[in-house]
C-alpha cells in the first residue's frame, strides 16, 4: 500500500463487486419535490374561533408556492377535501400526486398567535411561529419557501 504524506495509507485495490473501469455505485440522489399539496390548518385556539384565518394561511401558502419555477402545486379545493378526514399523510400524499405535503396549525390565545407549519415528505420539517404579523414577509416563511426550491 503506497503511504500519504506520514499520514496513513490509501487503499488501491478494487472494490469487491465493481466490474473493471466502472465507478463503485453511489446512493441515489434525493428526488426534486416536484408536487406540493396544502392541506387546511387546524384550528386549535381554546374557543375553536380562527377557521377563517386557518383557510386563509392555507391559501396565502399555496398562493406563494404557485410562484415557485419548476414545482406544480395541488389546489386547494383537491387539497381541502381531506379537512378533518384523519387519513394518514402518506396515503394522502398519494391521492393528490404530491411528494410533499404542508399543513399547520393555529392557536390563539389572548393577543398571542402561534401558527405552527409542518412539511413532510422529501425533508420533514417544522417551522414556529410565536408572533403573526404578515405571513408573506415573515422570514420564517421565507425560509419554508427557500427550503421547497
Not at 463487486?17 to 386549535?44: K, Q, R, T
Request: proline share 7%.
Amino acid at each position: 500500500m503506497p503511504m500519504l504524506d506520514d499520514s496513513g495509507y490509501q487503499f488501491v485495490a478494487p472494490l469487491a463487486g465493481a466490474a473493471a473501469g466502472e465507478a463503485a455505485a453511489s446512493p441515489p440522489p434525493e428526488p426534486e419535490i416536484s408536487a406540493i399539496a396544502v392541506l387546511p390548518f387546524a384550528d386549535m385556539s381554546p374557543s375553536r374561533d380562527q377557521d377563517y384565518l386557518c383557510e386563509g394561511l392555507a391559501e396565502e401558502l399555496i398562493s406563494a408556492l404557485t410562484h415557485v419555477d419548476g414545482l406544480r402545486v395541488v389546489s386547494r379545493t383537491a387539497s381541502f377535501q381531506f379537512r378533518s378526514t384523519g387519513a394518514d399523510i402518506r396515503e394522502i400524499g398519494r391521492q393528490l400526486g404530491a411528494g410533499t405535503l404542508l399543513e399547520g396549525s393555529v392557536r390563539k390565545a389572548n393577543e398571542r398567535l402561534r401558527v405552527t407549519v409542518r412539511g413532510w415528505g422529501k425533508r420533514d420539517w417544522v417551522e414556529h411561529d410565536p408572533d403573526y404579523d404578515s405571513l408573506r414577509d415573515d422570514p420564517r416563511f421565507q425560509r419554508l419557501l427557500a427550503k421547497l426550491k
